[in-house]
């Protein structure tokens, strides 16, 4: 069974930094890219960021090129999104998300996302 | 940057059909996927590359795409397919290809 678990959201204070992580089981993680999709209070699915099998090949939405870094570990099954000089428009639940194969494909699991707050 | 435009809400009867489009230029040349989220919940894939059905979910749920609109239809709707519904493509063309459409709120009336 297809697991995804997200960790490390908090709340901090603008210009802070969080790292997100997602643990992933059930499947060959390296086989499959991953996700970042958030959503803000109220509002809709916003994609945030991409990341292939081998990590080699990333994306990201503008409004958080240069700020936000995605990485993963495929010894760790574990999926990665780093988060500097955050501000209040960075406020989101952030959920990873599995690709059914490449980075063009449809986005099969979710897991149940984890809130990030940016408040003074 | 590619951009989908979704209707904020849609209104149906139990039982009748809803009809959810998602407007993009010349989308009928791109895979289109749809996802279903209900209140507090992540989102759940209902439909792949246009028309294709994940498994355990019903057949109610169709696709199509074409021309510079693609739609999400649901036949004979229930209670419970009152949710949030995203249209979704991958626009390889750019730098920031993950796209999602507004959403869509369907409201069984």
């Known amino acids: 069974e297809v697991q995804l678990g997200e960790s490390g959201g908090d709340s901090v204070q603008p210009g802070g930094s969080l790292r997100l992580s997602c643990a992933a089981s059930?499947?060959?993680?390296?086989?499959?890219?991953m996700s970042w999709v958030r959503q803000a209070p109220g509002k809709g699915l916003e994609w945030v960021s991409s990341?292939?099998?081998?990590?080699?090949?990333?994306y990201y939405t503008d409004s958080v090129k240069g700020r936000f870094t995605i990485s993963r570990d495929n010894s760790r099954n574990t999926l990665y999104l780093q988060m500097n000089s955050l501000s209040a428009e960075d406020t989101a639940v952030y959920y990873c998300?599995?690709?059914?194969?490449?980075?063009?494909?449809?986005?099969?699991?979710w897991g149940q996302g984890t809130l990030v707050t940016v408040s003074s | 940057s590619y951009v989908l435009t979704q209707p904020p809400s849609v209104s149906v009867a139990p039982g009748k059909t809803a009809r959810i489009t998602c407007g993009g230029n010349?989308?009928?040349?791109?895979?289109v996927h749809w996802y279903q989220q209900k209140p507090g919940q992540a989102p759940v894939l209902v439909i792949f590359?246009?028309?294709d059905r994940p498994s355990g979910i019903p057949e109610r749920f169709s696709g199509s795409n074409s021309g510079n609109t693609a739609t999400l239809t649901i036949n004979r709707v229930e209670a419970g397919d009152e949710a949030d519904y995203y249209c979704?493509?991958?626009?390889?063309?750019?730098?920031?290809?993950?796209?999602f459409g507004g959403g869509t709120r369907l409201t069984v009336l």
């Open positions: 979704q493509v991958w626009d390889s063309s750019s730098d920031h290809p993950g796209v």
């Open positions: 998300a599995k690709a059914s194969t490449t980075l063009s494909s449809p986005l099969d699991y």
């Open positions: 590359y246009d028309s």
């Open positions: 990341i292939s099998g081998s990590g080699g090949s990333t």
């Open positions: 059930g499947f060959t993680f390296s086989s499959y890219a």
């Open positions: 010349n989308i009928g040349s791109k895979s």
